[in-house]
């Protein structure tokens, strides 16, 4: 029991000393480290107008939000990117749902969450010349027009 909380209280120390002094921050997952900050960030398969049309191409938005008009807000599709470069957590948030437009923000972070899965694989992520994995946040702009 007392190892558990001096190796917790060490994590929690490193992720605060980390996000204080801004040196490479990175979390515990699965046993393997992945990083918030890298000497060369994770890349899409032909760049980022490559990445906007495979999501232009891949993420539907709901009609029920179309017809509505609804402002979906920021969101964001959030996971990791392994020392490989396959997408893994993947994890979509955006802002609170009201109940009008819930079942229809459901399909529409369900439809986010598919695409992001079956993404090709990207170039991973660096650290020293050795690729790493990586969390990575990709904002969504959704324009209903």
């Known amino acids: ?10 994590l929690v120390l490193i992720t ?4 204080i002094y801004g040196q490479a921050a990175y979390t ?5 480290l992945v990083y918030t900050v890298v000497e060369r960030q994770p890349e899409f ?9 495979y999501l232009a191409a891949t993420i539907k938005v709901p009609n029920a939000l179309v017809r509505k008009n ?5 969101v964001a599709a959030k996971f990791i ?5 396959y997408v893994r957590d993947v994890r979509v948030t955006t802002k609170p749902l009201d109940k009008k437009a819930k079942k229809g923000m459901q399909a529409f972070m369900a439809n986010i969450i598919a695409a992001v ?3 090709p694989r990207w170039e991973p ?12 946040t990709l904002p969504i702009e959704v324009n209903m027009q």
């Open 1 to 10: 029991m007392k190892n558990c909380l001096s190796s917790g209280l060490v």
């Open 16 to 19: 605060v000393a980390t996000s």
């Open 28 to 32: 515990q997952t699965e046993k393997r």
């Open 45 to 53: 398969p032909g760049g980022s107008v490559a990445l906007s049309r």
């Open 70 to 74: 609804y402002n979906t807000g920021p």
């Open 81 to 85: 990117i392994d020392e490989l470069g």
């Open 117 to 119: 899965e079956q993404m």
């Open 125 to 136: 992520g660096e650290v020293d010349g050795k690729h790493v994995a990586v969390f990575y």
